[in-house]
């Protein structure tokens, strides 16, 4: 059963929040102290203690929705960003916003991976890109178009790019090709021996 967990950073102690969670779909920790994750392809929130497990959104069977993921809080627990996947193909995605205050979602922009910067722009990635739009969290919605901040962006066996975002608003990232992986042996005394090329 694969589990969300917090781990206190004084004693190490481990503590389970919520069960049944969504594997490589991201999870967020907002500024009321909720923790959001996707489970059964939904978004769903528990409080940081765990407790109850509230339902955010549903899958939408008229826009042939498969699942939600990579949620996250936006500033004043004013809502949430998502990526959607819908159609017939995993790779048509969509990022939404969800409003904490009428639960109300809408799609601000075809892509994946959302992230928030302070800067107030929504950052997201298409076709190996990061782009960068400006969006206005009081009224979750874009003000302007989508330029591209950094090109060929390394990704990760899920599709998902090799980035992240502090909540400062630095920005770091693997290059495109830059990452390389071999099968070795190694032995109990830590030598490594090259069972297959790098690829």
Request: negative net charge; aromatic residues 8%.
């Amino acid at each position: 059963e694969r589990t969300v967990k917090k781990v206190s950073l004084s004693d190490s102690l481990i503590t389970v929040i919520a069960h049944n969670a969504d594997q490589y779909s991201g999870a967020t920790w907002g500024p009321d102290g909720r923790i959001t994750y996707t489970t059964n392809g939904r978004l769903a929130q528990t409080p940081s203690s765990g407790g109850p497990v509230t339902p955010l959104t549903n899958l939408d069977a008229s826009r042939h929705e498969l699942f939600h993921m990579w949620p996250v809080a936006l500033p004043a627990s004013k809502g949430f960003l998502f990526r959607s996947v819908v159609g017939d193909e995993v790779k048509t995605s969509q990022i939404e916003a969800l409003s904490t205050a009428t639960g109300q979602r809408h799609v601000l922009v075809a892509g994946l991976f959302p992230m928030y910067s302070p800067s107030g722009h929504l950052i997201f990635c298409r076709d190996h890109d990061l782009l960068a739009a400006p969006f206005d969290v009081q009224r979750l919605a874009l003000t302007g178009p989508a330029v591209r901040i950094v090109s060929d962006v390394g990704v990760d066996f899920n599709g998902a790019p090799l980035a992240s975002l502090s909540p400062t608003g630095s920005l770091v990232y693997a290059p495109g090709g830059t990452g390389t992986s071999s099968l070795v042996w190694v032995s109990r005394d830590g030598v490594e021996q090259r069972v297959t090329d790098s690829t």
